[in-house]
């Protein structure tokens, strides 16, 4: 039995697991449960549940005891956050899988995508390849609801059986199985990145619905009314919240696309730096360039087509963009023409003021003390009269003259130049 040492974990004998198992210590408590799917060409799935700590395998270069040798494919359906708290179970599937204790982080579990592999080693003996990739994807139905999809998956290929066990943690019932209908070509199940391109189909298919579930949104307002009512009662005013909530998961598709593709170009670096053909130290048998440049195409086409998705998702933002700026400006036009209807009011009243005004100034004057009138003497006026015309006078034409003023030359307009001079002032003494 081998029980060396692995960059990823520790090796272990059978003998040694199921003692430690069978300690009464480390019965199983927890409760939890794995499902596993195994799957081989031209066969059905074949699924049953066990708990973690059962992953027994006799040597990294054999899958788990419960895994047929004529299995080419198993899938293990599993909860992340409830392993993540359970250290027995955690450590069943770090052994199991030579899993790297840094999947298991905080931040990795924070993280909006990313993609990692390692060889696995027995000494100097290649034992396999793992990686790991997170993808997830974005989809709204309305400004209001939407739904997060997210493939979470850790792979483990072994050289010696070409077989390949896909951890799938946290699977939604609305996230696609990749791994549903396969139909594989044998002289590719030596490549150990032949999952990914199914993976990438998936995520094409979810980024896309997401795109268009964005673009959906967008079409009808761009279609509808384009004027502003000018009156409550006539028609609903602008729905700035829907304008914003949709604006927001265009940018979180956006951010997914970027991702995606970020990832997508890790994965392809990764299978030219492990698989190239002639220079592959994980398949010898590899050869030929066949099996090498059927992955890679298959590959590099999910890049291509979320490239362009990209482009139609940067659109989706201009576009709604665009109707925000159309939808301000078309307030800012019914707000000037509310101002106009209110500055035509001020002129009606002005004109009423002023066809007033003469007949009040008329009985303010006739009211003053410069005025007397007597039942038997009749009107009198003062002979001081001339002291109202000479304060009266100066005044009305000074106020005109202030107005006049500053009308011409208002204060703003004043500070403004003298920042601009002291700006000047500046320049010329840096040139200086």
């Not at 579990?109 to 390849?129: A, H, P, Q």
């Not at 729905?239 to 991702?259: C, G, M």
């Not at 002129?347 to 009423?352: D, N, Q, R």
């Not at 007597?374 to 006026?381: F, T």
């Amino acid at each position: 039995m081998l029980s060396s040492q692995s960059s990823f974990g520790s090796c272990y004998t059978t003998q040694d697991f199921c003692a430690i198992m069978n300690h009464p210590s480390n019965k199983h408590k927890c409760g939890h449960s794995l499902i596993i799917r195994q799957w081989k060409q031209g066969a059905p799935w074949q699924e049953r549940e066990i708990h973690p700590s059962e992953l027994i395998a006799s040597s990294q270069n054999q899958a788990p005891g419960y895994i047929s040798a004529e299995t080419q494919l198993y899938t293990i359906l599993a909860k992340a956050n409830e392993i993540r708290n359970c250290h027995e179970c955690k450590q069943a599937l770090i052994k199991a899988f030579l899993m790297p204790s840094l999947w298991w982080t905080d931040h990795l579990r924070k993280s909006n995508g990313y993609f990692g592999c390692e060889v696995t080693r027995d000494g100097e003996e290649i034992t396999g390849l793992n990686s790991w990739a997170f993808f997830q994807s974005k989809k709204m139905t309305n400004e209001r609801v939407y739904v997060w999809s997210k493939f979470n998956i850790f792979t483990r290929w072994i050289s010696e059986t070409k077989q390949t066990a896909i951890l799938i943690f946290d699977t939604e019932d609305h996230t696609p199985h990749p791994f549903e209908n396969l139909t594989l070509e044998e002289h590719l199940l030596g490549d150990p990145f032949w999952i990914y391109p199914y993976i990438l189909n998936s995520i094409s298919d979810l980024e896309e619905n997401a795109v268009w579930a964005i673009r959906d949104q967008i079409r009808p307002i761009e279609k509808g009314p384009r004027d502003i009512p000018a009156h409550r009662n006539k028609g609903q005013p602008p729905n700035y919240r829907k304008l914003h909530d949709i604006a927001r998961h265009s940018i979180h598709v956006t951010e997914t696309l970027d991702v995606a593709l970020q990832t997508i170009e890790r994965i392809l670096e990764n299978h030219r730096t492990y698989m190239y053909p002639g220079d592959s130290v994980l398949s010898p048998s590899l050869q030929t360039s066949q099996a090498w440049q059927a992955i890679q195409s298959r590959l590099s086409f999910p890049q291509s087509f979320l490239g362009s998705l990209r482009h139609r998702s940067i659109s989706n933002e201009k576009r709604l963009q665009n109707e925000i700026q159309l939808t301000f400006q078309n307030v800012a036009r019914h707000d000037a023409l509310v101002m106009m209807d209110d500055s035509a009011a001020l002129k009606t009243l002005a004109f009423v003021t002023f066809t007033f005004l003469p007949p009040t100034f008329i009985c303010a004057m006739f009211s003053m003390s410069f005025f007397n009138y007597d039942q038997d003497l009749g009107w009198k006026v003062s002979g001081k009269f001339w002291i109202y015309w000479a304060f009266a006078v100066p005044t009305t034409v000074f106020s005109a003259a202030l107005w006049f003023y500053w009308q011409r030359n208002p204060p703003s307009r004043q500070i403004q130049g003298r920042m601009d001079a002291f700006s000047r002032g500046l320049d010329h003494m840096e040139n200086v």
